[in-house]
């Protein structure tokens, strides 16, 4: 047998591909994990940016819901100051609990069911997509709000390149891409000091004036449409700003990339985001007031609001430039969320049999390559269906974003109610999360009764196809599931040999080569299979796993290691029961992301040991084949295949019927 180079020059698109992505990580190295996670500053740049951009457009669409009647920004802005703490401290509790991550899915899951887990997911899923659209394209509004009207059309195919560039940059890996776009969210945090601090700082001396023009705005107003009539206006507005919080919860469900410890790395993250997005955006609706700022077509409040701050400033045009640029561009930094939080959800909820498994996959760059691509595509196509409206994307955006809220406010009061024998502290803690969950209710109905004709709907009907979606593929999983059980139950039944071979194997002698996924009925399957199809043909067995590194796994240096320890004491069994039949056993095993690759080395490496080995593998096979099941099942064996044959190894699938 002739074996053909095993290392393949690298295609024209492969090159370019590490140039563009980088080279694979070693999932081996001992300072992987250290390498690769991120401390409070880098979190709160990642994950807080969410948050914190929002402020470019949940304040404006709370101040321009009021209308006439501004003097009630007063009140809007401390009642979102006192929302984003409660909201936070309720997420604190979050990280606390569930320090592995999957923020509003993992909680809804353990404390109400899995069915509400679900909804929470797929809620959280739209909302990231939504995130990444509506951060981009208000990052096209700022950035347009100073160039000449006659270059508005280009504003979508820059969002568009937007997206794109931000994709290339996640799959290269969480932390690169956070330290890229660090000096914009910097530059940001700068300027926005100076626009708030000088905005009420310059208007300290006019206080006693402004309360008493406010004080005959709310005469006036009580005089003509009531109590009842100004409540309603706060209200309405309060919920058209509910954008604003938007952000709170990424940082519960990113933890796994947090720098240990992490619950105290996230808790740190969380004050970060709370204090600089209670201060932002309640410092910009405060201004808005006090300059008695009005809309101006083409251009947003922020925009007008930075030329009116800096007017008499020196090079305060460029300053108010400067300010409004770095506002829009970290906007792009806050759809990094979207890229980060929106695959970590499909992976916990891939885990679950929620979604395909392989969005439970990383790639060679420990990313989550399938759910990074389809976040992507997903905003693109979000992006062109709005035309990168911002007022439509808000309302799209805000309702799954609380039902989410209300989902983990709720779960998380039962969790503490349930618990009250164990927390002496539990009663404080669930009147937290009663108050978190009443705000977050009260700003889900009020826009859901306001929005839904609007836009809403579309929102309330994507969710719950995907639902729809989620129950289709968990019910298929269920399946093959029980198939596999079945025959499982029938292989366990087979008793232990009683001619045990202690010998080592024999270079010589003919060896079966057979890939298992662990000890199971597969696996023991595709054992019997050879020796009916090729009888005393093989007198070695050498079984192969990979122990794959997926987002499940991929938790720390302990878990990897714990991980091969498993699968060595699986494939231990297969050695035990083929030696008890008499024949000549032994194991090979190696862990990674990429099983096909992984794979195909152990197998080549052996067949240079055992120069007369074929390699068996198992695949399943149903009764009737459609492009459903090819999504939810991987083609590993057809690529094994594929690659061991070029190399001159004789390969064969053996197949594993299952009745659905």
């Given at each position: 047998m002739k074996i053909i180079d095993n290392k393949p020059q690298q295609s024209f698109l492969e090159r370019i591909k590490r140039r563009f992505i980088g080279a694979p990580r070693?999932?081996?190295?001992?300072?992987?994990?250290?390498?690769?996670?991120?401390?409070?500053?880098?979190?709160?740049?990642?994950?807080?940016?969410?948050?914190?951009?929002?402020?470019?457009?949940?304040?404006?669409?709370?101040?321009?819901?009021?209308?006439?009647?501004?003097?009630?920004?007063?009140?809007?802005?401390?009642?979102?100051?006192?929302?984003?703490?409660?909201?936070?401290?309720a997420y604190s509790r979050i990280i606390e609990h569930f320090p592995h991550g999957g923020g509003g899915y993992m909680v809804a899951t353990h404390t109400i069911s899995s069915d509400a887990g679900v909804v929470a997911g797929s809620a959280l899923l739209v909302d990231y997509v939504l995130t990444i659209t509506i951060s981009l394209a208000a990052c096209g509004d700022a950035i347009f709000s100073y160039l000449p009207h006659a270059l508005l059309p280009y504003k979508i195919p820059f969002v568009a390149g937007l997206i794109v560039l931000l994709v290339m940059l996640n799959l290269r890996g969480v932390k690169e891409s956070i330290t890229?776009?660090?000096?914009?969210?910097?530059?940001?945090?700068?300027?926005?000091?100076?626009?708030?601090?000088?905005?009420?700082?310059?208007?300290?001396?006019?206080?006693?004036?402004?309360?008493?023009?406010?004080?005959g705005s709310v005469n006036s107003d009580l005089s003509t449409i009531g109590f009842v009539g100004i409540l309603a206006i706060f209200l309405r507005a309060f919920s058209m700003g509910g954008g604003t919080y938007t952000g709170i919860e990424a940082v519960s469900n990113a933890m796994n990339v947090m720098r240990e410890p992490r619950v105290q790395t996230g808790k740190r993250t969380m004050v970060y985001l709370a204090v600089s997005l209670a201060v932002t955006a309640s410092g910009l609706l405060f201004c808005y007031a006090l300059f008695s700022i009005a809309p101006v077509e083409g251009r947003t409040l922020n925009a007008i609001?930075?030329?009116?701050?800096?007017?008499?400033?020196?090079?305060?045009?460029?300053?108010?430039?400067?300010?409004?640029?770095?506002?829009g561009a970290l906007l792009m930094?806050?759809?990094?969320?979207?890229?980060?939080?929106?695959?970590?959800?499909?992976?916990?909820?891939?885990?679950?049999?929620?979604?395909p498994r392989r969005f439970s996959a990383l790639s060679e760059r420990l990313t989550m390559q399938n759910g990074v691509l389809l976040m992507g595509a997903a905003s693109l196509a979000v992006l062109f269906y709005t035309h990168g409206s911002v007022s439509a994307l808000v309302v799209m955006y805000s309702?799954?974003?609380?039902?989410?809220?209300?989902?983990?406010?709720?779960?998380?009061?039962?969790?503490?109610?349930?618990?009250?024998?164990?927390?002496?502290?539990?009663?404080?803690?669930?009147?937290?999360?009663?108050i978190g969950l009443i705000l977050c209710v009260t700003i889900l109905i009020v826009t859901v009764y306001e929005k839904f004709g609007e836009g809403g709907w579309i929102t309330l009907v994507i969710t719950s196809a995907l639902i729809g979606l989620c129950y289709l593929i968990r019910r298929h999983y269920r399946k093959v599931r029980q198939g596999v059980?079945?025959?499982?139950?029938?292989?366990?039944?087979?008793?232990?040999?009683h001619v045990p071979n202690e010998e080592p194997l024999n270079t010589n002698e003919r060896t079966a080569i057979i890939l298992v996924s662990g000890y199971n009925g597969f696996g023991l399957h595709s054992w019997l299979s050879v020796f009916r199809e090729f009888p005393k043909l093989y007198r070695n067995f050498i079984f192969v796993c990979v122990a794959e590194i997926d987002s499940g796994a991929f938790k720390g240096a302990s878990e990897i290691e714990a991980l091969k320890s498993s699968t060595a004491e699986q494939l231990v069994k297969y050695v035990k029961v083929a030696?008890?039949?008499?024949?000549?056993?032994?194991?090979?095993?190696?862990?990674?992301?990429?099983?096909?690759?992984?794979?195909?080395?152990?197998?080549?490496?052996?067949?240079?040991e055992f120069p007369k080995s074929s390699v068996f593998t198992g695949q399943l096979v149903f009764r009737q084949e459609h492009p459903f099941q090819r999504i939810l099942h991987n083609e590993t064996a057809f690529s094994i295949q594929r690659r061991l044959q070029w190399n001159g190894i004789t390969t064969v699938i053996l197949p594993v019927r299952v009745n659905l």
């Open positions: 070693d999932i081996n190295e001992p300072s992987l994990f250290h390498k690769i996670s991120l401390i409070p500053i880098l979190a709160w740049i990642g994950l807080g940016a969410d948050g914190l951009s929002s402020s470019s457009y949940g304040p404006e669409e709370a101040f321009k819901a009021l209308g006439p009647h501004t003097y009630l920004a007063i009140f809007i802005a401390i009642a979102t100051a006192f929302t984003v703490f409660i909201i936070a401290y890229f776009l660090a000096p914009i969210f910097i530059v940001f945090v700068i300027t926005h000091i100076l626009l708030i601090g000088y905005g009420l700082g310059s208007h300290l001396g006019e206080i006693g004036p402004v309360i008493e023009k406010y004080r609001l930075a030329d009116r701050t800096f007017s008499g400033w020196y090079l305060g045009g460029f300053l108010a430039l400067i300010t409004i640029l770095s506002e930094v806050g759809a990094q969320a979207g890229f980060i939080d929106g695959p970590r959800v499909m992976a916990n909820m891939a885990v679950d049999s929620w979604l309702i799954n974003v609380f039902l989410t809220f209300s989902l983990s406010q709720f779960g998380m009061a039962k969790f503490f109610f349930q618990n009250r024998n164990k927390d002496e502290h539990w009663a404080r803690h669930i009147g937290i999360h009663l059980r079945q025959l499982e139950e029938i292989l366990s039944s087979i008793p232990s040999g030696r008890s039949y008499g024949y000549a056993a032994d194991y090979r095993t190696d862990v990674g992301t990429d099983v096909v690759e992984v794979a195909t080395n152990l197998c080549r490496n052996i067949v240079q």
